[in-house]
């Protein structure tokens, strides 16, 4: 029998050598510290969570062309990435390093919430006493953190914007980013300053848990283009020289880059943007349940009409699906090689969008604000019916449910 190698998940920002990491709750310039889990979103920073626009506004525009051209993507965009040095203990001269890229002319930049906190490795995040922004001169200036997105690993630093001449890059679209593309990620690797490497996309919509909370990213891009510790919060970039993901993780079985790599999607990284640009934190809807996705074969083996969907395997008591009066299955059994649940509910849509798989309810769900107002299409005993459920906010421990 062939060996299963397990996938370890490896944070690319991996301090150069070492760091020990102190805390942001949401240190926001002009706001108050808040419990992450509870926070009132006012319209004006709702409408920036769900806007097509950003908070910020970068001067720069795409390459023209249709070529690949890496010495050009460098030549263009490298003045705007930077290498982010972050410090846990006033005793440590060395700290932490990462990467991180211009996004606006006001000073914002945007890098991994792991490069500047303790997320994922403690109970309560800490977040650096000290940050520091290097840039391709080798000048450096004095970062605040504006704050941090623990779920899809996404923080965003501010800096004067006399301390240095900035270059912001463009933001392109990763729901546009297509298995094959070639992309060139940017940043500081064992920092190394001013690197670019070069591949293609392998593959999108990955589902990988996220180094800094026990959530998954559902639409991780994965790339072949090598990165390593260091490269962490760098830049992403596609022909055109636009930022499509924020590079990661690595997959590796020994801890060094072997041609698989992760980058968290430029779409969902705005959307932590535009609410901590807004009010220092991110906040996301809550469902409470796990899902399991049907195929055709399981759907004819469990006799549900439809052949695709999300299958409620699991409800959280007490949660707004358990409110909701959203059912859980009732017995588990192994189905071509895994193990299945019998007996719960079927989601089908949300909001009248198609539910395909587990992973869509989990982008359907986060693409929320706590408060509103889900209707739910599922299928119970056969029949199709809408269940309408009023979200919660993600606590911080998922025990296991969405």
């Not at 010495?71 to 972050?86: P, Q």
């Not at 994965?222 to 022909?239: E, K, R, V, W």
């Not at 009732?330 to 798989?357: C, M, Q, Y």
């Not at 986060?366 to 005993?381: C, F, K, S």
């Amino acid at each position: 029998m062939r060996r299963r190698s397990s996938l370890v998940l490896v944070a690319l920002a991996a301090a150069v050598l070492g760091g020990a990491l102190s805390l942001l709750g949401a240190k926001v310039i002009g706001l108050t510290d808040g419990p992450a889990s509870t926070v009132y979103v006012p319209r004006d920073a709702r409408e920036l969570a769900r806007g097509p626009n950003e908070p910020v506004s970068a001067s720069a525009r795409p390459l023209l062309g249709n070529g690949f051209d890496p010495s050009r993507i460098y030549a263009a965009r490298s003045a705007g990435v930077v290498t982010v040095f972050a410090f846990f203990d006033k005793t440590d001269p060395h700290g932490a390093q990462g990467s991180g890229f211009v996004v606006s002319e006001s000073g914002y930049i945007l890098t991994s919430a792991h490069v500047i906190t303790d997320a994922g490795d403690a109970a309560k995040t800490t977040e650096a006493s000290r940050v520091f922004i290097g840039f391709r001169d080798g000048d450096r200036a004095k970062a605040e953190i504006v704050g941090w997105d623990v779920y899809d690993d996404v923080a965003l630093l501010s800096v004067a914007p006399d301390a240095h001449v900035l270059s912001p890059v463009p933001l392109g679209d990763s729901s546009r980013v297509r298995a094959g593309d070639p992309v060139a990620a940017m940043g500081s690797p064992f920092g190394n300053e001013d690197s670019i490497a070069v591949g293609v996309v392998s593959a999108v919509r990955r589902s990988i848990m996220s180094l800094t909370s026990a959530y998954k990213v559902v639409d991780a891009i994965q790339i072949d283009a090598p990165i390593t510790h260091g490269n962490s919060g760098g830049p992403l970039f596609d022909a055109r020289g636009r930022v499509i993901g924020i590079n990661a993780q690595i997959g590796t079985d020994s801890g060094a880059a072997e041609g698989v790599g992760f980058a968290i999607p430029i779409n969902a990284a705005q959307r932590s943007m535009r609410q901590l640009a807004a009010v220092g934190r991110v906040v996301y809807a809550y469902l409470g349940v796990t899902t399991e996705t049907l195929t055709p074969t399981l759907a004819r083996h469990l006799g549900y009409d439809s052949d695709r969907g999300a299958i409620l395997s699991m409800v959280r008591d007490g949660s707004p699906a358990d409110r909701a009066g959203l059912r859980g299955g009732t017995e588990e059994e192994t189905f071509n090689g895994e193990t299945v649940s019998r007996g719960g509910d079927l989601i089908v849509a949300i909001d009248g969008h198609a539910v395909r798989s587990a992973d869509d309810v989990v982008r359907q769900v986060a693409a929320r604000l706590p408060g509103e107002v889900a209707a739910l299409t599922i299928v119970r005993n056969g029949e199709r019916r809408v269940v309408r459920v009023r979200l919660g906010s993600r606590p911080a421990v998922p025990e296991t449910s969405r």
